[in-house]
């Protein structure tokens, strides 16, 4: 079948072009050839507009002796690519534990927030624009739209000057995905820490710069021996870095940071006078139970912003004069309560009203059917 249709390629000169080719002969899948035609397509406007360099693409061509040596290739164009501006992680003893080996320590890396946020800004301006502020227009007018919220109300950023265009609103997002064995019973996970601009639009691949990932195999919940306290720790003191705005002048066990000769000191500036305040904490509601030490969303009393529970103050009552809701959590209620243990409630800002559901997740855990049952019920009762 193949064949025919090879040959009948070859004798219509439109369809007679390499990637066509390679998908007749089975090299690549009909997707694979819709998306390097979507690519070609955007290749050719930037040749009309003067923004492709020719001579790159063709070094590219040539890479591997233009492919006869397929195992230079990737050397090769490691070699090509410019030195980078970007930080490189950072790598610290963390508690883990093995199978064979116990509970050990051994060094993981983390892309510390600050360092990352002040390279965009000096190093990389046009990133800068697309994916952490736009413009200060932009970042008044979020900071206008949340003004008369709760959470802005009992938030510092309302004290800092010039917060309206200086202030960059963050989420820091946390979850697990499979890494191994996917789909199989066996399966193994990853968690991931992330963090993103609020005032950034676009794809989320382009938006969210990762901070940790760690598989969950080797975690460790031990009393002296906490994987994620120690991580949460490092990740806390970056990120209370870009609040304050300035390079730390103490390291993240309160000692005095040592930088380099040709390079920041302590105290100056991270990006030129913008800070950021983490507003969002997202995640699903097994990472909120798990990590960040709430109520779990299965127990009788399973809400960590109001003391809900099955028996006199029912979660489940969606009605505009439910009990819950004259009995929702403010900050010192909420602590009060317990809750704000793990060590991301040391951020500057971040509390019971940071936590923001993962929708993609939660929806399908039941709310919807929740909704339209206690909703259909209260109408049937007017």
């Not at 965009?120 to 227009?137: G, M, N, T, V």
């Not at 103490?250 to 990006?271: T, V």
């Not at 030490?293 to 006199?312: E, F, H, K, M």
């Not at 029912?314 to 704000?340: C, E, N, Q």
């Given at each position: 079948?193949?064949?025919?249709?090879?040959?009948?390629?070859?004798f219509?000169p439109?369809?007679?072009?390499?990637?066509v080719?390679?998908?007749?002969?089975?090299?690549?899948?009909?997707?694979i050839?819709?998306?390097?035609?979507?690519?070609?397509?955007?290749?050719?406007?930037?040749?009309?507009?003067?923004?492709?360099?020719?001579?790159?693409?063709?070094?590219?061509?040539?890479?591997?002796?233009?492919?006869?040596?397929?195992?230079?290739?990737?050397?090769?164009?490691?070699?090509?690519?410019?030195?980078?501006?970007?930080p490189?992680?950072?790598?610290?003893?963390?508690?883990?534990?093995?199978?064979?080996?116990?509970?050990?320590?051994?060094?993981?890396?983390?892309?510390?927030?600050?360092?990352?946020?002040?390279?965009?800004?000096?190093?990389?301006?046009?990133a800068?624009?697309?994916?952490?502020?736009?413009?200060?227009?932009?970042?008044?007018?979020?900071?206008?739209?949340?003004?008369?919220?709760?959470?802005?109300?009992?938030?510092?950023?309302?004290?800092?000057?010039?917060?309206?265009?200086?202030?960059?609103?963050?989420?820091?997002?946390g979850?697990?995905?499979?890494?191994?064995?996917?789909?199989?019973?066996?399966?193994?996970?990853?968690?991931?820490?992330?963090?993103?601009?609020?005032?950034?639009?676009?794809?989320?691949?382009?938006?969210?710069?990762?901070?940790?990932?760690?598989?969950?195999?080797?975690?460790c919940?031990r009393?002296?021996?906490?994987?994620?306290?120690?991580?949460?720790?490092?990740?806390?003191?970056?990120?209370?870095?870009?609040?304050?705005g300035?390079?730390?002048?103490?390291?993240?066990n309160?000692?005095?940071?040592?930088?380099?000769?040709?390079?920041?000191?302590?105290?100056?500036?991270?990006?030129?006078?913008?800070?950021?305040?983490?507003?969002?904490?997202?995640?699903?509601?097994?990472?909120?139970?798990?990590?960040?030490?709430?109520?779990?969303?299965?127990?009788?009393?399973?809400?960590?912003?109001?003391?809900?529970?099955?028996?006199?103050?029912?979660?489940?009552?969606?009605?505009?004069?439910?009990?819950?809701?004259?009995?929702?959590?403010?900050?010192?209620?909420?602590?009060a309560?317990?809750?704000?243990?793990?060590?991301?409630?040391?951020?500057?800002?971040?509390?019971?009203?940071?936590?923001?559901?993962?929708?993609?997740?939660?929806?399908?855990?039941?709310?919807?059917?929740?909704?339209?049952?206690?909703?259909?019920?209260?109408?049937?009762?007017?």
């Amino acid at each position: 079948m193949f064949l025919n249709l090879c040959e009948s390629i070859v004798f219509e000169p439109m369809w007679d072009t390499p990637t066509v080719m390679m998908w007749a002969w089975g090299v690549i899948s009909p997707q694979i050839l819709q998306h390097i035609m979507f690519l070609f397509i955007a290749d050719i406007a930037c040749a009309e507009q003067n923004r492709l360099n020719k001579k790159t693409v063709r070094r590219l061509a040539a890479l591997g002796t233009e492919g006869r040596h397929g195992n230079n290739i990737h050397h090769e164009l490691l070699n090509m690519m410019p030195e980078t501006k970007m930080p490189k992680p950072h790598s610290f003893l963390t508690p883990l534990r093995h199978n064979v080996l116990g509970f050990i320590n051994r060094g993981v890396d983390m892309i510390l927030p600050h360092e990352l946020f002040a390279a965009l800004y000096h190093y990389y301006p046009q990133a800068w624009l697309d994916r952490i502020c736009p413009s200060a227009e932009t970042c008044r007018r979020f900071w206008g739209a949340v003004r008369g919220s709760v959470q802005f109300m009992t938030h510092p950023v309302r004290h800092r000057p010039n917060f309206m265009t200086r202030c960059i609103p963050l989420t820091l997002h946390g979850d697990g995905t499979p890494v191994v064995g996917i789909g199989k019973a066996w399966g193994r996970l990853m968690d991931i820490w992330s963090w993103t601009s609020i005032l950034a639009t676009g794809p989320t691949i382009l938006r969210a710069f990762m901070v940790f990932c760690l598989h969950t195999a080797i975690q460790c919940v031990r009393a002296g021996h906490n994987t994620l306290d120690v991580v949460f720790k490092k990740m806390a003191w970056s990120f209370t870095a870009m609040w304050v705005g300035k390079w730390p002048t103490h390291d993240w066990n309160g000692g005095p940071m040592h930088y380099p000769a040709r390079g920041p000191s302590g105290g100056d500036d991270l990006a030129g006078g913008f800070f950021c305040a983490i507003w969002a904490l997202i995640g699903d509601l097994d990472y909120w139970r798990a990590y960040l030490r709430l109520p779990n969303s299965t127990s009788n009393t399973p809400c960590a912003i109001c003391p809900c529970n099955v028996s006199d103050c029912p979660w489940y009552d969606f009605r505009t004069h439910a009990v819950w809701l004259g009995r929702i959590y403010d900050t010192a209620a909420w602590t009060a309560a317990g809750m704000g243990m793990c060590v991301l409630f040391t951020i500057p800002g971040v509390t019971n009203h940071s936590l923001h559901p993962d929708w993609m997740h939660a929806k399908h855990l039941g709310t919807d059917k929740v909704l339209h049952n206690n909703g259909h019920i209260e109408y049937l009762n007017r």
